[in-house]
């Protein structure tokens, strides 16, 4: 799991976002637009473009079901993320290849990247950054940073489906970092989520090396 390389998000070139932010390589983004957009919108005849060859390729209806029916879970699973506040996610595949070796057996390594907002109480930021962490149950591995942008803490949970709920019985590691937006009413979570929990220590560098790279200002100047 080594990242050399950071790649820029397209919010760079955004004049209108609240966030700003880079992200290390493996990391794809999930178009949201196109895939919570309304079903006569010029977005959603995009996405049924882009989906209409994996359909077309599908060994038989069976199969074309199966996919539509994933699709449309997916789509439920990220509408109930963006009710929360979320507006950027993106997926992590990476090799699990710490120590120079990567084994034969060795599966691909998975995780979620999230943005959300939340609002909160106007307090300083330092306050409403350790707030978010003590409020809350399970937070562990709690560490508060001051960086350029300001402050922030970083935390972890862990969850377990309940029994009999039908969803994988392992261990989803999460780890959090809370940043207060300068103006003092909300606060930016980013998540990073993944069930390889062996992987705590890297999965945990991976977002403090996102974090780092946050501004609450267009970084690249007004003009870019």
Known sequence: MNFPAIILHESVEDPEADLWFAEPAGFVTLPLNALLAEPDSTDAERMRAAVAPLLDAAPGEMVRQQLVAQLASGQQMLATLCGFGTVHCSIGLHRDDVGGQVSSSAQPLLSLFT??????????????????????????????????????????????????????????????????????????????????????????????????????????????
Do not use: M
Not at 164 to 192: E, F, M, N, W, Y
Not at 197 to 206: C, G
């Open 115 to 224: 943005i959300s907002w939340r609002d909160t109480n106007v307090a300083p930021r330092a306050v409403t950054a350790a707030r978010a962490v003590t409020a809350g149950e399970g937070h562990t591995d709690i560490a508060f940073h001051e960086l350029p942008y300001g402050p922030a803490v970083l935390s972890e949970t862990t969850h377990r489906a309940a029994a009999g709920s039908g969803l994988p019985q392992q261990p989803l590691l999460q780890i959090h970092a809370h940043l207060p937006h300068p103006d003092c009413k909300r606060l930016a979570v980013l998540t990073l989520s993944t069930t390889a929990t062996a992987r705590r220590e890297e999965y945990r560098a991976i977002l403090r090396q996102v974090v780092e790279t946050v501004r609450f200002e267009k970084p690249l100047g007004a003009d870019s």
